[in-house]
């Protein structure tokens, strides 16, 4: 994998992942830990913390303290991805946004339900 040397502040870098491609995620959220806060906004309940923390401590003795620059918030549902989206104040800090869509293709929620 070779996006990490892409990384620079003040950059913005999207990542198209398929859901097989979660390895490439975990690197590179634990590469963003590493060098300050990043934030993880999770539609597909697929972020791995248990293998980010493994990655974490093949560089750093430090886990439990560079693990607290990962701030990792959920969504079940398409409501919460829309809380989610609008709540999330804006930061000059990485945000990875995970399948942000996998809420929105419930097919039991009607276009005109109500929030």
Same mark, same amino acid.
């Given at each position: 994998m070779d996006i990490l040397p892409a990384l620079h502040n003040r950059k913005m870098l999207v990542l198209c992942a398929s859901h097989s491609d979660r390895e490439t995620v975990s690197v590179l959220t634990a590469e963003l830990a590493l060098r300050g806060q990043v934030t993880v906004l999770d539609g597909g309940n697929r972020f791995q913390a248990y293998r980010v923390a493994?990655? @974490?401590? *093949? =560089?750093?003795? *430090?886990?439990? #303290? %560079?693990? =607290?620059? %990962? !701030? %990792?918030?959920?969504a079940f549902t398409c409501? *919460? &991805? +829309?809380? @989610?989206?609008?709540?999330?104040? #804006? +930061?000059? *800090?990485? !945000? %990875?946004? &995970?399948d942000l869509l996998a809420t929105f293709y419930d097919e039991h929620v009607s276009a005109d339900a109500p929030r």
């Open positions: 493994q990655l @974490l401590r *093949q =560089k750093t003795t *430090q886990v439990d #303290s %560079i693990a =607290k620059n %990962i !701030f %990792i918030r959920r409501y *919460q &991805m +829309l809380a @989610l989206l609008e709540g999330t104040p #804006s +930061l000059h *800090q990485p !945000f %990875i946004i &995970m």
